[in-house]
């Protein structure tokens, strides 16, 4: 193990959609210091197919948001060496820049749709590549949020200007190569959804050919902790780092949030209850869907990070409770365990875990009375698809026994993390600072050592939520009329199990989904 100063620091980038944050901790993972700027550059087409960002703004919010954590620290820390800083970005966003890294396009957010004849040509010629296929379903495992076919999206496009190709990049690694003056490898984790193969750890031919992408147009893959460089004297007068400071390869801000929730062992769980559900977990053994809802990423430590992403969530509190009092809701909601409705509260048209159904849509059995049974219904159509999740996960062969956190915007809720260890009928815990920028100081910590090792002794719990006597016996049935309903419309096949299976038995057997 690598010997390092007692009063060392560690850095923490994350990249977001609406903002940027720095994160500043110690080698004890307390945070000394947190800096953010905003970004304001999203341009979105009326219909929502269009979603891009200004990738220079990055660079300037970085540079705010590093300056203002440097200047908020104590004075004793001010001068504290900095050991190392990790980058987290949106997984599936991608742009093209030049020989040094420095952007040229606009950057496609993970969001955006244009690539739908990419996507439409990308899996036909999946399905003519016969059973060469490294699924059983490639065609069907790719899908629009991935970076591939945005990549061939962005590659036709700037052929036509007869500039340069450019080369593809991932939002942390156009910020990497600035802070070290170079064009950068990219990470295992960021790459996952660009088509690079984890397994075999080389980017996926079938699918670069199948995409029409030229490898020459990608970066190189390193591990996530890799050295990158160093901060150079121009980045340090942007960002106020030391130069010389080193840069590590970072990972997703999934992944970040993951490790962030100390969720690092294998049969631990992160729950991340946001504008959408979010579920990653740890696994020894690689967890094949030939379904395509389950991917998994490389563990920094070796092993894998198996998950999933819904299109349920807490955007469907948001989108029909934005001028209620949440709290006053969640106050009268606890008279409704469980409400006389069962909702499917999909945030948009179609799902993609527990299953994957472009054609999927947003449905409800049962009448309510009140606006606060209407939000009862809602949260907890929420936390039963959080259980079909665990169930489906479980089914697949992964390891779902171990603790579970649960982070993201909804944790602000204390009836919803009650609601949710209920529903799960498991305790819930809540860490300390569930930042993915934080999980990036603790990536940013670990060369010389392991993930989990460091997260062992930075990360720590603020609270745990456990279910109360009776209360997971008693939302059963609403959950069992949810998985009902999938059935009946094709979307889940419960043949030979059983709809109320706890999340450590066998699961709803799910119909894929090919195009």
């Not at 929502?48 to 703004?57: S, V």
């Not at 750890?201 to 050919?209: A, F, G, T």
């Not at 930075?458 to 059935?487: F, I, N």
Request: a neutral charge; proline letters at 7%; one cysteine or more.
């Amino acid at each position: 193990m690598e010997s390092r100063p007692a009063d060392v620091l560690w850095a923490g980038v994350d990249i977001g959609t609406q903002s940027v944050r720095v994160l500043i901790s110690d080698d004890t993972g307390r945070v000394l210091a947190l800096g953010s700027a905003g970004l304001t550059s999203d341009r979105r087409s009326p219909g929502g197919r269009r979603h891009e960002q200004d990738p220079h703004q990055w660079w300037h919010a970085v540079g705010a948001a590093s300056r203002q954590a440097l200047a908020g620290l104590p004075p004793r820390q001010r001068r504290s060496p900095v050991g190392a800083v990790a980058i987290c970005s949106t997984s599936g966003t991608v742009l093209l820049t030049d020989e040094r890294g420095a952007p040229i396009t606009p950057a496609l957010m993970y969001d955006d749709a244009r690539a739908v004849g990419e996507l439409s040509r990308l899996r036909e010629r999946l399905r003519a590549g016969g059973s060469g296929a490294p699924h059983a379903e490639p065609d069907a495992s790719v899908q629009l949020s991935w970076a591939l076919p945005k990549i061939d999206w962005l590659l036709r496009r700037q052929a036509t200007t007869g500039r340069c190709p450019g080369y593809v990049a991932h939002s942390a690694d156009v910020v990497a190569a600035a802070l070290v003056g170079h064009r950068v490898p990219t990470d295992s984790s960021h790459a996952l959804k660009s088509g690079y193969d984890v397994v075999e750890e080389r980017w996926d031919p079938q699918l670069l050919d199948a995409a029409g992408v030229d490898a020459g147009r990608l970066p190189s893959v390193v591990p996530p902790g890799t050295r990158l460089g160093t901060v150079t004297a121009a980045s340090s007068a942007h960002t106020g780092l030391p130069a010389g400071t080193p840069v590590v390869a970072g990972m997703t801000d999934g992944c970040a949030a993951q490790i962030a929730a100390g969720a690092l062992s294998p049969g631990s769980w992160n729950s991340v209850l946001g504008t959408t559900l979010v579920l990653k977990g740890v696994s020894a053994a690689l967890i094949d869907d030939p379904a395509g809802a389950v991917y998994s990423h490389r563990h920094p430590d070796g092993g894998w990070l198996p998950g999933g992403a819904s299109n349920v969530g807490a955007g469907a509190v948001a989108e029909e409770f934005a001028d209620d009092d949440l709290d006053v809701l969640a106050a009268e909601a606890r008279r409704f365990e469980p409400a006389g409705a069962v909702v499917y509260p999909l945030t948009a048209r179609g799902e993609r875990f527990p299953f994957v159904r472009p054609d999927a849509t947003r449905f409800e059995l049962g009448t309510t009375t009140t606006r606060a049974e209407r939000y009862a219904a809602v949260v907890q159509g929420v936390a039963y698809v959080e259980r079909l999740c665990f169930e489906r996960l479980g089914g697949l062969g992964a390891d779902v026994s171990g603790d579970v956190t649960i982070t993201g915007g909804a944790t602000r809720s204390a009836y919803w993390n009650q609601l949710r260890a209920d529903v799960l009928g498991r305790p819930l815990a809540l860490p300390r600072t569930p930042e993915p920028a934080f999980g990036m100081a603790v990536l940013a910590s670990a060369p010389g050592t392991t993930v989990a090792a460091r997260a062992a002794t930075m990360v720590a719990r603020r609270a745990v939520v456990e279910p109360r006597a009776g209360s997971h016996e008693r939302l059963t049935a609403g959950y069992e009329q949810l998985v009902a309903e999938l059935t009946r419309r094709g979307h889940l096949d419960l043949a030979g199990t059983e709809a109320g299976a706890t999340p450590t038995t066998t699961a709803p057997r799910l119909n894929g989904y090919a195009p």
